[in-house]
């Protein structure tokens, strides 16, 4: 890994409103990462859920926000904040690089594998 992050999506990979899930083999990372776009913006945030076992790639995005799939806990997507229950800690969130099309992530160094 390099400052310059490790590419892992082009822009056009992700739809506005949805997101994918990178494994964390490629990131190096404890978690699989999610990269979500919200209305021209992208964001990376842990996968995982901090409530239970739900992948936040498979929620719903609105607003600035991460709806988890399973019971509807919420998070911000800029930096990972709980916003509502029944989820009560933050996820961790991760830098994003987007030059042209590439999407790069720095992973947080706190959750290197
Ligand atoms: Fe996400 Fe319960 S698993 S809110």
Do not use: W
């Not at 822009?11 to 494994?23: H, L, Q, Y």
């Amino acid at each position: 890994m390099t400052d310059d992050g490790i590419l892992v999506a082009q822009t056009g990979d992700i739809p506005d409103g949805e997101a994918i899930k990178i494994d964390a083999a490629l990131t190096g990372t404890v978690d699989d990462i999610a990269i979500f776009h919200d209305d021209g913006q992208f964001f990376a945030l842990d996968d995982t859920c901090s409530h239970e076992k739900a992948s936040l790639s498979d929620g719903y995005i609105e607003d600035g926000v991460i709806e988890c799939p399973l019971h509807a806990g919420k998070f911000c997507l800029k930096d990972g904040t709980v916003l509502s229950m029944p989820a009560t800690e933050d996820v961790a969130c991760h830098r994003l690089i987007v030059a042209g099309t590439d999407i790069r992530v720095v992973p947080n160094p706190a959750r290197l594998a």
